[in-house]
């Protein structure tokens, strides 16, 4: 390993304890910051009866409070434009985005010079250690309107001297004639738009992605590339190596990347974040060891806008590794899926990207799309779980191929589904994030 593996070597290769010590100097100094300009926080401490003086080393941070979505959705509906929790003055913020959530209603996250150098630096540490290099030439075909990694990768790419395309969603052609044109050799994208375009580039130009010369792709925003079945045919259809990158509207746009070891997304903003896992359950932290799974917690350490002490993402991820081939030292994970998404089967806690990955793994007699039908609002379901399976090209009965389905469901995840199996191209396809659930209880049955 040289420097030039890094981007920045010192910090990329730290050991836990200097970056500990690092943390625990700068998450005095942001406290310092929410107790002086933070109404939110000084009324939340208050209520716990936490004081500045209870935070004298990092393991303190256990003591105080969680953030949630919701109480800075509330802070935002009662205090427009950007909420109560807002600790930066107004004529200091310079871009405001906003993430759309689950309930539709966007909330926004505003952010200052200092924040965006921030961001800057963090997604193109994370990107960098994706493989992304000055030569390169980079499609963005992914969100640029309000989006959270949408401008903030603009940036981090531009810092890095790597050439950023701004072509946004909905626009294949235009992706299209980027690589054709001017050589772009790599895309950022989400993994249901990498496979989307795949299909566009067979069906409307009769070509082979492959030929094309996009050889890394970085995808993000959903699980999906981390799902060793998607991933493998990503890589298969593009001729390119598949890492995924993983951040948070709230917190900052790119915070986890893969290295080209593809083990896990390694976390890239050591002295900006700290992070926690904890059990979503009991609320107890989790020691950062391979193999612990649990909710997946930030706290800024430098932060002016929007200081965000004990963040609950709802992202549940699986930590993989804490050494790496690549040299660097902070942890490694992958994204199983959002609280949110999680839907529980007999007692069993089930994401759909993991019901996706076994109906995958049956290819090429499945293409891969599946649907999870839900009759009535989750996450509580109904056993069976009603799966829609594509049949792919191979000939298998598939009257076998359903009964085999369901027999691995049960073997791999603990529960028992009933599939359906119709032929390839009846699920719909999604340009940006794939919908792995319907709603059959919505919309007089017709929901999505
Ligand atoms: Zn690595």
Redesign the pocket.
Known sequence: MTTEDYLDAEIETASPEEIQHLQQGKLAKQLDYLFARSAFYREKFEKVGIRREHYRELSDLSQFPFTTKEELRLSQAACPPLGRHIAADWADVIRVNSSTGTTGKPSFVGITRRDAEIWTRITARSFY?QGLRKADAVIHAAGLTMFVAGLSSKDAIESLGAVFIPIGTGASEKALAAIQFLGANAMHCTPSYATYFADFVRREAGLDPKDLGLRKLFCGAEPGAGIPSVRNRLQQDWGARVTEGLGNADMAPIIFG????Q??M?FNGQEFIAVEIIDPDTNEVLPMETGVTGELVYTSLERECVPLLRFRTRDRVTVT?TV?????TSL?LRCIGRTDDMLIVLGVNVFPSAVKDVVSSFSPATTGEIQIVLDQPGPQVVPPLRVVAEFGKAMVETATLKTEIERKLKAALSIPAAVDLVPAGTLPRFEMKGQLVRKAYENGGKGR
């Not at 893969?258 to 070891?261: A, S």
């Not at 790496?324 to 660097?328: D, L, N, Q, T, V």
């Open positions: 250690t893969e290295c080209p070891n083990s896990g390694h590794g790496c081939p690549c040299g660097r490694k």
